[in-house]
Nanobody
Framework: QVQVVESGGGSVQAGDSLRLSCSAS????????VAWYRQVPGKEREYLAR????????YYWPSVEGRFTVSRDNAKSTVYLQMNSLKSEDTDIYYCARDMESGVQVNPNYAYWGQGTKVTVSS
């Protein structure tokens, strides 16, 4: 069983930056794509970004492209989400998901999920 853990959330002011981390167990971490999502209770889950197995390709939801950057360090079994110019609308719980099979795509219904880390942005 793969264990996924997000960290780095907290409370910041609008315009500030924050870096989230997603760590995963397993020696095969470097073979799989990882995606970031956010969700609050009662709301639809929103896709934010994805990075492929070796970090050479990244993909972003248009609303965060240019502000958020996803990267990975496979030697540390960690994926990062650097968030700059944060807005109050970014307040949410952030999750990462590691695909169970693919090195380039993440299927949210076929992935290992973390428990989330909360981000609060005050205006």
């Amino acid at each position: 069983q793969v264990q996924v853990v997000e960290s780095g959330g907290g409370s910041v002011q609008a315009g500030d930056s924050l870096r989230l981390s997603c760590s995963a167990s397993g020696r095969a971490f470097d073979s799989y794509a990882v995606a970031w999502y956010r969700q609050v209770p009662g709301k639809e889950r929103e896709y934010l970004a994805r990075v492929d197995w070796d970090g050479s390709h990244t993909y972003y939801w248009p609303s965060v492209e240019g502000r958020f950057t996803v990267s990975r360090d496979n030697a540390k079994s960690t994926v990062y989400l650097q968030m700059n110019s944060l807005k109050s609308e970014d307040t949410d719980i952030y999750y990462c998901a590691r695909d169970m099979e693919s090195g380039v795509q993440v299927n949210p219904n076929y992935a290992y999920w973390g428990q989330g880390t909360k981000v609060t942005v005050s205006s």
